[in-house]
């Protein structure tokens, strides 16, 4: 039985499995094959940001405020995607 893939790049015709998302950025594997994994991957990435942006000399401060700008951007330009 074949699972649905839910992950955006899925969603736009890229052949990305969500379970190799989940693996990449250590995911919860419930997550994978749901909608679910969309928010999590925005909160991985997120925090991703904000550890290579405070390890580049940013502030705390700093680095998460241009890491929920990047995160808000982002969920934007996808929520045409389920």
Excluded: C, R, W
Aim: charged share 30%; aromatic share 8%.
């Amino acid at each position: 039985m074949s699972k649905k893939n839910y992950n955006f790049a899925a969603q736009m015709g890229d052949d990305l499995d969500d379970m190799e998302l989940v693996k990449e950025y250590g995911l919860d594997p419930k997550v994978a094959y749901t909608p679910a994994i969309n928010e999590a991957m925005f909160k991985a990435m997120n925090q991703g940001t904000i550890d290579n942006l405070t390890q580049a000399g940013y502030t705390e401060k700093q680095a998460k405020e241009i890491a929920n700008e990047t995160t808000m951007k982002a969920k934007k330009a996808t929520a045409h995607l389920k």
